[in-house]
């Protein structure tokens, strides 16, 4: 080869370079873009995992800035920048999206779910530790800027690849190729089997802004259907206390995994001998809540009502109705309706729905003892305060109470320590100093929340089966229901939405018919789920007794 030819050689090299250069950035820029909108959630945590799917979404991008260069002919800087910071929301919303749905169980509602932001992070932030929360707060600045950064700098690289012609046919082919196969998947064929999408961020946001448009809007305040007869004489529990218990995170899953069966087999073993030695006996059975891992008040309306709940929604306009409950048919029946919510904080004007006699709430209960968790108080202190000034009395009604424990809720720890002296609960002393520094030292560990779940289980059933025994000498009817299952970080990804049902009586005739109708004798609530919660309403009045006249 002559000198000339080499030095034309080694010319047109240097003139390719800076091409090469900057295709193999816009390669890493498209990678990066998907990659920022395809990963998964790490259960069960709050990190990340890249995938190998492809992002439709940046499909949809790419033609965009493809056909808006087109039109001015070179994509602005500001447009640009514009285009940075909707990937930085999409990036949010993929992360929210996934994270909530692995770890919550269900999909974000805005109008809803926002309200609660405040109160659930205030609950967290008093169980997190201070580094805790303050690299939550740097990460929660310093990450949209970090990822601005990063977006910018990959939409600058599609930008300068789509003002060049070749790039413009490259990447636009590339694009119109990934949205048919894109949308081929969504027809049901696959022309490339291995190929995977992701599910689109921006009809995501598309679908939870059409939500909270038609909530604000009012549509969301039609009327529901019309409310189920309830009717019962109450004939099989006429005279005998009842209780209804919400068992706070009570899922089907703590009968279902090995490890917990194994940790909670010597307390469950322990409350059938509290249930025997009382003389009463327990049929068990298993039900699927309205709700998960969460908003335990959808599945409290769901059974009370008898009326399918499972979203604020529902039940905001239910609330809104002059209706017959539960709390209505015992009242009916002579009972005094009582309600004990510790958890509940605030003013509850929607309470009214229910029309309880009573509602001991955190501050009727006036709790100054020792603080275990976000709400302070326990499950114990509140059934004995109750116990000491409604049920120790002899001379009065008989009593229905609705009782929503807060307990075991998540993140389980501190559990408080149970005490079996019932008396010494409502004291200014209530624990020895050992056993209550040893609760205190407990953290939560948010990688593996299951050993904190076990024992705060542990704690719910041997204060039920201490009541039993304390009130062994009365003719009692206890409920255990899970309100719904643990978050799954506890439960595990994809759990069903089961919870167990227990009937602990001292009455035949009310097992009998309960039996008929799927219970199990005993605390196994086996493995076929028998109603869903707001079915499970006439189930229990059916075996209180006989329909009696319409009211």
Do not use: K
Request: hydrophobic share 45%; glycine share 8%.
């Amino acid at each position: 080869m002559s000198v000339p030819a080499r030095r034309e050689g080694r010319a047109a090299s240097r003139d390719m370079l800076p091409h090469l250069v900057a295709w193999v950035a816009v390669a890493a820029a498209l990678l990066l873009l998907n990659l920022s909108l395809t990963f998964r959630n790490v259960w069960p945590t709050l990190a990340i995992r890249p995938t190998a799917e492809l992002s439709p979404d940046l499909a949809i991008a790419v033609l965009a800035v493809l056909l808006l260069g087109r039109r001015a002919g070179r994509v602005s800087r500001r447009a640009l920048r514009g285009a940075a910071v909707v990937w930085v929301l999409l990036i949010a919303g993929r992360y929210v999206d996934v994270t909530t749905r692995a770890l919550y169980g269900r999909d974000v509602n805005p109008y809803w779910d926002l309200r609660h932001v405040p109160s659930v992070g205030a609950m967290f932030a008093t169980v997190a530790e201070p580094w805790q929360t303050a690299g939550f707060v740097v990460g929660a600045i310093a990450a949209p800027l970090a990822l601005y950064a990063v977006a910018g700098w990959c939409m600058g690289r599609l930008g300068r690849a789509l003002a060049e012609p070749v790039g413009r046919r490259v990447l636009g082919t590339v694009a119109g190729l990934v949205m048919a196969l894109f949308a081929a998947e969504q027809v049901g064929w696959r022309p490339v089997e291995r190929l995977r999408f992701a599910d689109p961020v921006a009809s995501a946001y598309a679908r939870e802004a059409y939500e909270l448009a038609y909530e604000m809007s009012g549509a969301g305040l039609a009327a529901l259907g019309p409310p189920p007869e309830l009717r019962s004489d109450l004939s099989r529990v006429a005279g005998a206390d009842v209780l209804v218990v919400f068992m706070e995170s009570y899922g089907a899953v703590s009968w279902e995994r090995p490890e917990f069966v194994e940790a909670l087999a010597v307390s469950r073993a322990e409350l059938a001998a509290d249930i025997r030695e009382t003389g009463r006996e327990v049929v068990s059975a298993r039900v699927e809540s309205t709700t998960f891992a969460g908003e335990s008040w959808l599945a409290h309306i769901s059974l009370l009502s008898g009326t399918e709940v499972r979203d604020d929604r529902t039940n905001a306009r239910l609330m809104a109705q002059d209706r017959d409950t539960l709390v209505t048919v015992f009242q009916r029946g002579g009972y005094r309706a009582l309600a004990i919510v510790p958890g509940l904080l605030v003013a509850w004007p929607e309470g009214a729905f229910y029309g309880f006699d009573a509602i001991y709430d955190y501050e009727r209960l006036d709790y100054h003892g020792p603080p275990f968790g976000w709400w302070s108080i326990n499950d114990q202190y509140a059934l004995a305060l109750v116990d000491r000034l409604e049920m120790e009395p002899r001379d009065r009604e008989p009593r229905f109470v609705f009782f929503s424990t807060i307990s075991t809720h998540a993140p389980f720890t501190p559990a408080p320590p149970y005490q079996p002296d019932w008396g010494r609960v409502l004291s200014e002393r209530p624990y020895d100093d050992d056993e209550l520094y040893a609760a205190w030292s407990e953290q939560p560990d948010w990688l593996n929340l299951g050993p904190s779940y076990v024992q705060a289980l542990r704690y719910a059933y041997s204060t039920a089966g201490g009541y039993l025994r304390l009130r062994a000498d009365r003719d009692l009817v206890m409920i255990l229901v899970g309100d719904h299952q643990p978050p799954s970080l506890v439960s595990g990804e994809g759990a069903s939405w089961d919870v167990p049902v227990h009937v602990i009586a001292g009455r035949p005739a009310l097992l009998e018919r309960l039996r008929r109708h799927g219970f199990l004798a005993g605390l196994e609530p086996g493995s076929s789920t028998i109603a869903r919660m707001d079915a499970l309403l006439p189930l229990f009045l059916d075996a209180f007794g006989d329909p009696g006249p319409s009211q």
